[in-house]
Structures are given as C-alpha cells and as structure tokens.
C-alpha cells in the first residue's frame, strides 16, 4: 500500500491557493481514477483506490500547513508502512509555474509543509515538486502561496493536473520517468508539423496545370465575337 500525501489548508478560503496546489493534484487522481468519497480520518481527509496493482490511500491533511506531519504520520503508522511508501504533492517556489520534479528524500528547503512531515516520519520519503514560480522578494512569498492562481495561470495548471493523473499508474508502480514524460505530453505537447505531406506510396502526384491555349483570332474577330 502506498500513500499519496497532497499539501494545503483546509476550508474553502484557501481551495484556490497557490499553497494548495498539493491538494488539487489529489483531487484529481480521485476524480479520474474512481477512487472512493472522500472521508475524515487521520485529521484529514482520505480516499481509497487502486492504481493498477497498487493500493493508495490519498490524503489531505486538515491540520493545517504547518502540521502537515501530524496526519501523514498517523496515517503511515496505522497502516505499519515506511516512509518509503509514502509520496508527498507540494508546492515549490524554486521551480517556474507548471515545472514539475520528482524527488526522493533531501532536505525540506524551508516549506512548513515539509519541515513538519521530517518532525514525524524523518526525510526519507519522496516529493512530487510543484512549480509555482516566486514572487522575487523573499517577503512576499506569504502573501503569494496564500493568494488564488491567476486567472491566466488556469491553462497550464489544468494541463498540470491532467497531466499527473494521466502518469499517476506509472508513479505508483515507481517508473518516475514514466510518470514525467506523462506530464510532459499534456504540458509541452510536440508540435505538429506544418510541412506538406509526402504522397502516400502508389499514388501518382498531382499533375501541373497546362497554360490556356493561345488565342489566334484576328482584332477583328474578336470584336466581332463580342457581339454575338
């Protein structure tokens, strides 16, 4: 069994937050993936489903950012796993809006999120880094992650969303390549090529269009023709 840990505040105040990108990512795999209704346990919020072999429980912590271990750690214990067996979804200031890493262990650079999970499982489980760009000063970043995404930043976070549900199968069976390169078709799609297509094997190619004839009428039959 797996967990999957997504990271915010709890309330419809914060839904739209930057701080809560954690928990949209986990609202969408339950979504797309039919996993169960969402119920309060491990003061949180979980849902219980399958990523095809693979057992998860998806979890949002309603302890608050700055407590975040206090239910990822309860849920853990509970069902006798490891921090190996836990994934945690975040928010991440260092990486540009809809980048996205993967990282196992390491410290927890500041996030309040992270610091309290290190107090209560240690550092040894993997991270699902969010990118959501920073504000430039270090003393706007507060007012930042608690403020709602742009209304501009609505399309490269759908095709964020989108894209971590579409790799969630791969990230649980632990193809970390699988589960980027997901991501990456629905962020950066390949361009389609606007060169002219080469003919299909067997058909024969167009033909250029013959010059019209020249015309050999006289001055005068041709005035004459305009009167017929």
Do not use: C
């Amino acid at each position: 069994m797996l967990i999957f840990a997504g990271l915010g505040n709890p309330g419809a105040k914060y839904a739209g937050n930057r701080h809560n990108i954690g928990f949209m990512a986990l609202d969408r795999i339950a979504e797309d993936h039919g996993f169960g209704p969402w119920k309060s346990r491990f003061q949180g919020q979980v849902s219980e489903g399958r990523l095809g072999s693979e057992k998860l429980l998806l979890l949002k912590p309603e302890t608050f950012m700055n407590l975040s271990g206090q239910s990822v750690g309860e849920a853990m214990r509970f069902y006798k796993l490891t921090p190996a067996d836990v994934i945690v979804f975040h928010d991440e200031l260092d990486l540009a809006p809809g980048k996205i890493r993967v990282k196992q262990g390491g410290g927890h650079a500041g996030h309040n999120g992270l610091r309290s999970i290190h107090q209560h499982i240690g550092p040894d489980y993997a991270r699902v880094r969010l990118g959501i760009g920073h504000p430039g000063r270090k003393e706007l970043v507060a007012q930042y992650v608690l403020h709602d995404f742009a209304r501009a930043d609505q399309d490269w976070l759908d095709d964020l969303m989108r894209g971590i549900s579409d790799g969630a199968k791969p990230l649980a069976a632990g193809d970390n390549s699988k589960f980027l390169n997901a991501v990456a078709l629905r962020v950066a799609p390949p361009r389609s090529s606007k060169s002219t297509p080469k003919p299909t094997p067997g058909t024969p190619a167009p033909q250029a269009e013959e010059p019209p004839a020249e015309d050999s009428r006289t001055p005068m039959q041709k005035l004459m023709d305009k009167f017929r």
